[in-house]
């Protein structure tokens, strides 16, 4: 009985500090980083004329992924969400009101949320009208002290991660940002 639970004890504490060890590198884009103090920020920008979804995959150095997704919901699929019981907005770029889906996913853990933009005829004068509908998901970890917020310009779902009962943690977050017809997606995860 004592050589099973000494086993137990190597196999779980190799797994859990080489799990944890896995996650504690940051991700990196070779396009435009930002340093933290835990982790790296990585920002990726949309524009918001092309009206398809756009996926962009980064990898970093250690062959780790995130999907960072952009993607506008038409009016006829806004009725299939039936956690969105609000009215739809539809419009042809470049002007009007429009939905888009914002997500960003490793594989380990997925957030994403919905933000309503209206871009008025001046389109320095757009602004996002709500963030709604957040919905995540998390492999070893827990997401505690979850908020979605918004402003005119920013959208953001930011939570507190704790992997493994509480044996590492960080911040994590997905922010939009509205400037004219340009939505820059910046997470760290």
Same mark, same amino acid.
């Given at each position: 009985m004592r050589k099973i639970w000494i %086993?137990? !004890?190597l196999l779980t504490n190799i797994f859990v500090f080489g799990f944890y060890e896995s996650f504690s590198h940051a991700s990196e884009l070779p396009v435009q980083k930002n340093a933290t103090e835990d982790a790296k920020e990585i920002t990726v920008q949309f524009d918001l004329k092309d009206q398809e979804k756009h996926e962009i995959? !980064? !990898?970093d150095e250690s062959g780790k992924e995130m999907t960072i997704t952009i993607e506008p919901i038409m %009016?006829?699929?806004r009725e299939d969400y039936g956690r969105i019981?609000?009215?739809s907005y539809q419009h042809l770029f470049p002007y009007g009101k429009s939905t888009y889906q914002v997500k960003a996913a490793t594989p380990y853990m997925g957030i994403s949320y919905f933000i309503d933009v209206n871009v008025p005829n001046n389109i320095e004068e757009s602004r996002?009208?709500?963030a709604y509908s957040y919905d995540y998901w998390i492999?070893?970890?827990t997401l505690n002290n979850i908020s979605l917020s918004y402003t005119e310009k920013t959208a953001k779902f930011s939570a507190d991660v704790s992997w493994l009962g509480g044996l590492g943690g960080a911040n994590v977050y997905v922010k939009a940002t %509205?400037?004219?017809n340009l939505l820059t997606i910046s997470t760290r995860m």
């Open positions: %086993l137990t !004890v995959i !980064v !990898v %009016l006829s699929e019981n609000r009215p996002i009208i709500k492999i070893g970890g %509205l400037s004219g």
